[in-house]
């Protein structure tokens, strides 16, 4: 009785271990013998106890690689260059993916130093920073002819960081500082310039706009002494005794604006004696001369009324 139910244990659990389970975006290599059977995807499978045999599980999800590569440019400065590549398991060439390669990993890197290798030594430095979108897509390309034929597909490939040796890093830093400096001093220099020039074309302006305002003075000046002439001239004085009436009141003016201010002082010394008595001879017959053109103004206006 005990014999039937310790066989029955024994095929319940030889069932058990032919059921197995198959996670999602994952596949299962599946031999016999030692020799590949098939290929299980996800859910609840079934294979023969003892005879069959799960060679090994496949992921099917997008895996990436990281590597670094160090290699020279085409101007002499070794870099270090971090490649970052994502790639797949097609699910209908689990068997290529399986049992063609190795070292996958190892195999892509391989790829990866390769085209590196080919592709940064024709750059120069700058050029690298600038054109490493070109390096991506170059390993891309290069990477998915490689890898096609062992069942994986190269989703993208990326260049992550570019590190040149740090003495480069530090010489960069100072050309670009030299360089900002070279700028801010043109552009100091500019504005300079324009200030200067702006100055000089206010500075002219002004000059033009108080010559202007002289020339109009003087244009008033002398049409106010052309109408003070015609005016005298019309009571009967000559333009000689208009002159000397205009100069003489405009020499009491003068005396008059100067002595207005307590605090001015002025000296009037001759050059010579003789000077100094023709000046007040002069005087005298202008102070004469003003006083006759006054009497015969008068006289004048008298004798119109």
Known sequence: MNIPVFFIVIIVLLILSGLFVVKQQTAAVIERFGRFQSIRNAGLQLKIPLIDKISGRVSLRIQQLDVIVETKTKDDVF???????????????????????????????????????????????????????????????????????????????????????????????????????????????????????????????????????????????????????????????????????IVVTQHYDTLQAIGADTNSNLILLPNSPQAGSEMLNNMVASFTAANQIGEEMKKSRDHKK
């Open 79 to 245: 870099v270090h260059l971090k490649i970052s590549v994502q790639f797949l398991i097609q699910s209908d060439h689990v068997y290529n993916a399986f049992y063609k390669l190795q070292n996958p990993h190892e195999q892509i890197t391989a790829f990866i130093f390769d085209t590196v290798r080919a592709e940064v030594p024709k750059m120069i430095l700058d050029d690298v920073f600038e054109k490493k979108e070109e390096i991506a897509l170059a390993i891309q390309r290069e990477l998915k002819q490689a890898m096609l034929e062992y069942g994986y597909d190269i989703i993208k490939a990326l260049v992550t960081d570019i590190d040149p040796d740090e003495k480069v890093k530090i010489a960069m830093n100072r050309i670009n500082a030299a360089e900002r400096e070279k700028t801010a001093a043109q552009y100091e220099g500019d504005a300079q310039r324009i200030l200067i020039v702006e100055r000089a074309k206010a500075e002219a302006e002004s000059k033009r706009l108080q010559g202007q305002g002289i020339a109009d003075q003087r244009r008033e000046i002398a049409r106010g002494l052309e109408d003070s002439v015609d005016i005298l001239n019309k009571v009967g004085i000559n333009s000689q005794e208009a002159s000397a009436l």
